[in-house]
C-alpha cells in the first residue's frame, strides 16, 4: 500500500468488476456467434463457418493495425481512452451476442464488432502504462503491472 498512490484500490475494483462483467459477456458473446454461424445445426457447414470466422479474426486485427497508427492522444486523454475502450469493448461483445438474431449478416456485424474490439485493445493498451505509472510512488511499474495482470484475469475468470 505505501508503494502506489491512493486511486490505486480504487482503480483496482473497478478494473475487477469491469474483468468480471466482461468476461460473463464474453460467454455470451462467444456463444451468440457460434450459433449464429451454425454450430450445432444438422445443416451447419463447417468449412463455411471456419472461413467466416478467419475473416472476422482477419479484420478486426487489420483493425487494430490501422487504429494504431490513426490514434492519437492517448496520453493527453488517458482516462477518457481508458473508459471509452471499456465501454467500446462491451458494446463490441454485445452486438456479437446479438447476431444470432440476424444469421444472415453474422460476417458484417461480426466483423464490425471485432473492429471494435480491436480499437479498444489498442486503445487500452496505450494507456494502460501511464495509469500504472500514476499509481507508482518508487520504481514499482513492473509491480504494479504483474498485479493488475492478476486482477484482470481473476475478473475475467470468475465472470465466466
Request: hydrophobic share 45%; charged share 15%; proline share 4%.
Amino acid at each position: 500500500p505505501a508503494s502506489v498512490g491512493p486511486d490505486y484500490v480504487r482503480y483496482t475494483r473497478w478494473r475487477l468488476n469491469t474483468f468480471f462483467w466482461g468476461g460473463a459477456l464474453g460467454v455470451f458473446s462467444t456463444q451468440g456467434l457460434l450459433l449464429a454461424v451454425g454450430v450445432g445445426r444438422k445443416t451447419a457447414a463447417p468449412l463455411a463457418a471456419a472461413m467466416q470466422w478467419v475473416i472476422r479474426d482477419g479484420v478486426g486485427r487489420a483493425g487494430r493495425m490501422v487504429f494504431g497508427q490513426i490514434g492519437t492522444g492517448f496520453d493527453a486523454e488517458t482516462k477518457q481512452f481508458r473508459i471509452i475502450s471499456g465501454l467500446v469493448l462491451n458494446l463490441a461483445a454485445g452486438l456479437e451476442s446479438l447476431t444470432p438474431l440476424a444469421p444472415h449478416l453474422f460476417l458484417p456485424l461480426a466483423c464490425l464488432a471485432n473492429l471494435g474490439k480491436g480499437a479498444s485493445a489498442v486503445a487500452a493498451a496505450s494507456t494502460r502504462g501511464a495509469i500504472y505509472r500514476s499509481f507508482m510512488r518508487r520504481e514499482n511499474l513492473g509491480d504494479i503491472t504483474a498485479k493488475q495482470e492478476t486482477v484482470g484475469v481473476a475478473g475475467d475468470l470468475t465472470g465466466t
